[in-house]
């Protein structure tokens, strides 16, 4: 089946560091999407994807969908405090079903 | 408003057992689904319903039985507990069963002794 391989699993960075991500895929993907999980909560939608080369941003955050259609970044510039949680890539192939990479930790020492 | 809730947020029940968690949506989405959550964080879909039909079906033991009365609502209902269903299941909803935006609910960390 599709798996989406999320890297890094862990980051620990300073505050006002940015921060960079990727998800790749096995398969090409029509849609890309980036969630965050803070603890104790669900994920919620950060930055949806849907054209090859599509790069678009929401405050800090940046997201690119990649050329290939088979891999997709995630930005973040000058990361504060609350940017701490677990970010999650996802990517669907048409009508199937939405598969999540593993997500990376992040983690911000003040 | 809570768009899309689920209760309750925690379940401790002892092996054997038999449970169910509920879940409701007031976004007028006409999909809803069941994720769960391991240990390590990892997000796999275990059902799918679209206007109260089920689409997608993952290969979950027959234990798991969800059922969507309409399409506000999906429930899932688990018999005979295993230790090795401890997790946090997620409820979720799109616009479609094409929308890649989901939302999600807060999670229902279930505990099994």
């Known amino acids: 089946g599709q798996q989406l391989n ?7 960075i300073q505050e006002g560091e940015d921060v960079s991500m990727n998800c790749t895929s096995s398969s090409i993907f029509n849609t890309w999407l ?24 929401n405050g800090r955050l940046t997201a690119q969908f990649g050329i290939t259609r088979k891999d997709s970044f995630l930005n973040i510039s000058a990361s504060i405090p609350s940017d701490v949680g677990i970010y999650f890539c996802a990517g669907r ?3 199937q079903k939405l598969v999540f990479g593993q997500g990376t930790r992040l983690t911000i020492n003040p | 408003d809570t768009a899309v809730s689920q ?23 006409d999909t809803m689904y069941w994720y769960k959550q391991d240990s390590k964080k990892f997000l796999k879909i275990m059902f799918s319903y679209n206007n109260k039909e089920l689409i997608i079906n993952e290969t979950v033991p027959n234990r798991f039985s969800p059922k969507s009365p309409d399409k506000a609502h999906l429930n899932l209902h688990i018999n005979s507990l295993e230790l090795g269903d401890s997790a946090v299941y997620f409820c ?18 279930l505990t099994v002794l």
């Not at chain 1, 104790?40 to 090859?52: F, R, T, W």
């Not at chain 2, 209760?7 to 002892?14: A, E, F, G, M, N």
């Not at chain 2, 509920?22 to 007028?28: A, P, V």
């Open chain 2, 7 to 29: 209760t309750p947020k925690y379940l401790v029940t002892q092996m054997g057992n038999d449970k169910s968690i509920k879940c409701e949506q007031n976004l007028g989405h």
């Open chain 2, 92 to 109: 979720a909803s799109s616009p479609n069963a094409g929308a890649g935006e989901l939302f999600f609910g807060e999670g229902s960390r």
């Open chain 1, 34 to 57: 980036w969630y965050k999980q803070d603890p104790g909560e669900g994920p919620v939608l950060l930055i949806a994807l849907y054209k090859a080369g599509e790069l678009t941003s």
């Open chain 1, 6 to 12: 999320q890297s890094p699993q862990s980051m620990f």
């Open chain 1, 93 to 95: 192939q048409g009508a």
